[in-house]
Every structure is written in structure tokens, then in C-alpha cells.
């Protein structure tokens, strides 16, 4: 049901004379936030004030021309309760100004966390603007690569991608990003070396032009922002069946050996993967590349080729066990064969979800097609997932639940490249703010030996490789390794099996972008989880667990053994369980590259 609305005030304006002289102005709900409009001659500008701090000075905005016609208000307060997401219930509280000028229109919101602003209807150059107050720190999105930055706004030159995650003030941060992107060209930013604005690098197009506000970087990671500028589902739209988890893989299993059996992508390792993962309430297991024939041929049949009969045997003896089964698909045999036909014959399989890696095309082309495959998805009760370079998410989960993640990240030892660990505690401050994100967390086994893909060591820890599977914010949480190496680690096992979605709540609890980061969910069944991860640096946490109900807590406490170092992948760590209240702290010790996870259950 679409949220209630009340007008406020409706005002008219004659010409742009009366914007000029008294700009329009919009606050944030609770009167922090200060996002102002002027006009001269037919140039919109607009500045940005969060705590009495100028953030952004007068940034052209819109297109050239167009005399103010009208001016209308209007606020809302009102609750969005999503399918799945970092919270169960969430808050929609927002002050809105529509700026009606003669050749186009221009909207904007204020919320408590942020501002955003859309133009509709305009033609030619989009003027949009973003000029910094200062000299400030920033960090980009950066492919399958660490981000870029930290650098100085006046250090960055040429293109930059968004997110843009800024550090004002130690108590000011920001975000510049997109929402509610429609068929448009997804946003991209140039600036030049020595200036501190930003303008569009991308075609004009009627999506949110959006600035997250933050006095730690945390709250831009707990925002709906970006979710809330989306609209609902259309009415009739039916996602009851959409059901976020947990769920194995077979591509990082392939090689291993144990006990005698090989793990390969054949049928006999899926089906002692599906067992593993239904002792364990794991939803769902990912079959990745070539189950329908080489990937990259041409003649490989979506429907047809390759292992499809043992996929669709597999899907039904998995059904049975109460676990989902994801298929790959790529570009591909996704442009060669009919990709309704194939969605449909998917969904009529019993298939969970797909998997879906390498489109091509431009980047508007790309966002086009991955709306269709989205839609075509929901049409066939398939959950979907975009790999290898996907457009940024922008807050799609809300109109499509079915998106439940993507690779917009450097997914954890792909493409044969390092992922550090700086790597991790800078990606959930930037990419991560888009939305959900596969990352491909939780080896049980930091070696990788023996694995046909990639045998290369993962620089992480096992207590942190178990905390990152929780501080990443997906609505399909994928762990790479063979059940043999988690059965070894009772407790990390017990861990990520705890992470029963959808989330009631999310808390990023601290966090310093590049350094470190401590999350708090709330499971379905009411456990509350914790994972803290720092970078290349040892550190000592307290995590302060005032976010807990009334009554006692039996706390499991994993952290990183004495000689855990992610450089000599030391598989140690320490287990402990003891009885917490809400007025404790429990300290824990990171070893460099490491991490803690904390699992919390009510005592009855």
C-alpha cells in the first residue's frame, strides 16, 4: 500500500526575481539538516547545511532556462516495512519542495540523515553540481579493486565513481550517490585537479541525486535512504516467496580433497553440498559456471546443455531437504537463447534464484537489461543476483525485493587479484552504502589448497573471515568453502549458521573507514549477532552491548587466537561462553587482518 501523504503549503511565484530575493528554503524533520535553493536568471544553485556547517556552497543544479512558475510543500511521516532488509520496520519521515519552472521540474527531500533532489522533464546538458565547502577527504568506488582514496578532494582528477564517501569534520560525513535509477545512465562523476566540485560525467537522467549525512561514517552505513526514494511494488506484485540466507557454493570447492571424495562441479559434490547445508538450516546452494557447458561457448544451452538434467534432478532432491538451488547464468547464453524462455523454464525447474555474470555494454545498456532480467526474475519467483562489474545498486530491493544482492565490490579472492584487509574496512563505508553487496566471505580453510580456480591464500583470519559474513549487508550471503572445513570449527559454523534473515535491526556500533568496523543484527528468531573486523592493524575493541534487551544473555565469544596473523594464515582462534547483561562490555583482541564475532541469545 502506498505510504499516506499531507500537503502543507502550496505557494505560487511569479518569476524569478522572488527566488533570487528569498531563496527556497528545506530543512530536515528535525531541523538539523538545511537544504537551500536560489534562482538568477534562469540558474537554479543550492547549498547544504548540516549542524549550522556549510557542507556544499551554491551548486548549479538542473538545466539552463525556465522561470519559476510555482512552489509547492509538502511533509511526510510515515513507516516503511520491508520484506527483508537491515531492519524490520523503518521510519519515513521527510520535508519535500517542488520547484515547478517552465521547462522543467525539480524535487526535493530533506530527512534526517540526508538530502536528495531529482529533475523531471528537462532537456539538453544536466548543470548538476557538486561544490564542496572544503578541502575535504574522500574515498570512491573503484570496480573489483581497492578504493580509491583517501585523497583530498583537490587531489582527485578525472573520472570518479560513485559512492563518494566524504569525511568533512570528525562529526561530519557524507555520501554522494543515486537512487531510484530508472532507464537512465547510471551516475558518474569528473572533477579536476586543484578544485573541489564535481560535475556529472554521466547523461542526464531522472534518478535522486543523493547526499547521505552522517556525524560518524556508521550512520551513513545504517541509512534506508536510498531504499525509501524508491517506490513499492507495483500493486498486484506478489513476493511472499522472496526468502534472504545463507547459502554454499560449489565454484571455490572444486579440487579440494577430503577423505577420499574430490569436490568437483558435478552432481555427486552438489548433492553432499545440499546435505551439508539442510543439517546446518543453510537455504540455499549457488551452482556457478559451466553446469549448462562451457561458459563462454556459444552453443551452451541455458536450458539444455551441459549438466541441466542433473541440476533439475538436483533442484528436486534439494527441495525435499528444504534448501534452494541458484543458477548461473551469463551474458552469454543470456543474449543467445531466449532469456524469458530460459527465466521461465527456470522458475518452472523449482530453480531459487539465478546468478547472473559478464554483461556487457555500456553502462545505460547494462542498467536497462539488468531492470529487464530483474523483472523477468520476479515474473518466474526467482531471486537474482549481478556479477563482474554490475550497474551500482540504487535501492531496487524496495520496488523489487528479488534483488537481493550484488558483486558491486571486489568479491573476496576473485579475479586472482589480493583482497586486504583495508580493502574490507574501506569497502563497507563506500560500496556498501548502495546496498546489498556479494562479497563471497567466511573461508573456513585460509590456505585454499588444492582448489582448481584459486589456490592463493586469503589474507584474513578465521574469526574475521566469520565477521565479515555478517558486517557485509546481502540478502544472499554466500560462503565459499567445502563443508569438511567448517564442520572442523564448530563454533564459526554456529556462528554464520546463527544469521537468520531478514534482519530485525542493524547497528553499525563504531568504525573508522580503513581501519575498522563493528556491526550489530538482530536475527529472525530474536539472537543478536556481532562482528568487529580491523585492517592490517592489531587492535583491542569494547563492544558495549547497551543495544540488548532487559535479562541475561548467554554470550559465545570468538576471537582471534594469540598467533593469528593474517601474512602466515595461523588457523587459530579462541571460544568462550559467559553471561552478559546490557550493561557490559565484552573487550575483545583483533590480530592484524583479523576479527571477533560475539553471538548473543536470551537466557530463559
Known amino acids: 500500500m502506498r505510504d499516506s501523504m499531507c500537503w502543507l503549503v502550496t505557494v505560487a511565484a511569479c518569476g524569478l526575481s522572488v527566488m533570487a530575493a528569498e531563496p527556497a528554503g528545506l530543512t530536515s524533520p528535525d531541523g538539523k539538516i538545511a537544504l537551500a535553493f536560489a534562482c538568477d536568471g534562469g540558474r537554479v544553485t543550492y547549498s547544504l547545511r548540516a549542524d549550522g556547517k556549510a557542507l556544499l556552497v551554491a551548486s548549479p543544479v538542473g538545466y539552463e532556462g525556465g522561470a519559476l512558475a510555482g512552489v509547492k510543500q509538502r511533509s511526510v511521516d510515515s513507516v516503511w516495512k520491508p520484506l527483508w532488509g537491515k531492519r524490520a520496520v523503518v521510519r519515513e519521515r521527510y520535508n519535500e519542495v517542488t520547484l515547478d519552472l517552465t521547462t522543467y521540474r525539480l524535487v526535493a527531500r530533506a530527512y534526517d540523515d540526508g538530502v536528495a533532489f531529482r529533475c523531471l522533464g528537462g532537456s539538453g546538458a544536466e548543470r548538476t553540481q557538486f561544490c564542496f565547502a572544503g578541502d575535504y577527504t574522500a574515498w570512491f568506488y573503484n570496480g573489483e579493486n581497492h578504493n580509491l582514496g583517501p585523497e583530498k578532494l583537490s587531489e582527485s582528477d578525472g573520472t570518479r565513481l560513485p559512492p563518494m564517501t566524504v569525511k568533512a569534520a570528525d562529526d561530519a560525513y557524507l555520501a554522494v550517490l543515486e537512487a531510484d535509477l530508472g532507464s537512465g545512465d547510471p551516475l558518474a562523476l569528473q572533477t579536476r585537479k586543484g578544485e573541489t566540485a564535481f560535475s ?41 516467496w522472496v526468502k534472504p ?95 524469458d524462455q530460459t527465466l521461465k523454464a527456470y522458475g518452472e525447474w523449482g530453480a531459487a534464484g539465478i546468478k547472473y555474470g559478464f554483461m556487457n555494454g555500456a553502462p545505460q545498456e547494462k ?21 563482474d562489474g554490475p550497474v551500482h545498486p540504487y535501492g531496487q530491493m524496495r520496488t523489487w525485493p528479488n534483488a537481493v544482492t550484488r558483486e558491486f565490490c571486489h568479491s573476496q579472492l576473485d579475479a586472482h587479484r589480493v583482497f586486504e584487509p583495508k580493502t574490507f574496512v574501506t569497502t563497507v563505508f563506500v560500496n556498501m552504502l548502495t546496498g546489498p553487496l556479494d562479497m563471497n566471505n567466511g573461508l573456513a580453510d585460509l590456505t585454499q589448497a588444492g582448489r582448481v580456480d584459486q589456490p592463493s591464500p586469503v589474507p584474513s583470519t578465521l574469526a574475521g573471515e566469520a565477521a565479515r559474513t555478517l558486517i557485509v549487508f546481502s540478502g544472499a550471503t554466500v560462503i565459499p568453502d567445502i563443508p569438511e572445513n567448517y564442520r572442523k570449527h564448530p563454533e564459526l559454523l554456529r556462528f554464520i549458521t546463527a544469521e537468520k534473515q531478514p534482519w530485525r535491526e542493524s547497528k553499525t556500533l563504531s568504525g573508522v573507514i580503513g581501519e575498522h568496523i563493528v556491526m550489530a543484527r538482530q536475527a529472525a528468531d530474536g539472537a543478536w549477532l556481532v562482528g568487529a573486523a580491523t585492517n592490517e592493524d592489531p587492535r583491542e575493541i569494547g563492544i558495549a552491548l ?47 587482518g583479523g576479527g571477533a564475532c560475539v553471538l548473543l541469545k536470551e537466557m530463559k
Open 367 to 387: 542498467n536497462e537489461r539488468t531492470r529487464m532480467i530483474t523483472a523477468l526474475c520476479a515474473k518466474n519467483k526467482l531471486l537474482c543476483d549481478f556479477h
Open 200 to 240: 556529472l560525467a554521466s547523461k542526464p537522467s531522472e534518478a535522486w541525486r543523493v547526499l547521505l549525512f552522517g556525524r560518524k561514517p556508521g550512520a551513513l552505513v545504517d541509512s534506508h535512504l536510498v531504499e525509501l526514494l524508491n517506490p513499492p511494488p507495483e500493486k498486484g506484485l506478489d513476493f511472499s
Open 546 to 592: 547497551a543495544f540488548l534487551g532487559e535479562g541475561r544473555y548467554e554470550a559465545l565469544v570468538l576471537e582471534d587466537g594469540d598467533d593469528s596473523d593474517y601474512r602466515t594464515h595461523k588457523e587459530s582462534y579462541k571460544a568462550a561462553t559467559r553471561a552478559v547483561t546490557r550493561a557490559d562490555t565484552i573487550r575483545v583482541k583483533l590480530a592484524p
Open 245 to 339: 540466507g545463507v547459502a554454499v557454493w560449489d565454484w571455490r570447492i572444486n579440487g579440494a580433497q577430503v577423505d577420499g571424495f574430490k569436490y568437483e562441479m558435478s552432481y555427486p559434490s552438489w548433492v553432499r553440498m545440499v546435505d551439508f547445508a539442510a543439517e546446518n538450516s543453510i537455504r540455499y546452494l549457488v551452482l556457478d559456471a559451466d553446469w549448462y557447458g562451457k561458459e563462454f561457448n556459444p552453443k551452451s544451452d541455458p536450458m539444455k546443455g551441459g549438466y541441466a538434467g542433473d541440476a533439475k534432478k538436483l533442484i528436486t532432491y534439494a527441495k525435499q531437504k528444504g534448501v534452494g538451488i541458484w543458477l548461473y547464468l551469463n551474458d552469454v547464453a543470456g543474449r543467445g537463447f531466449p532469456i
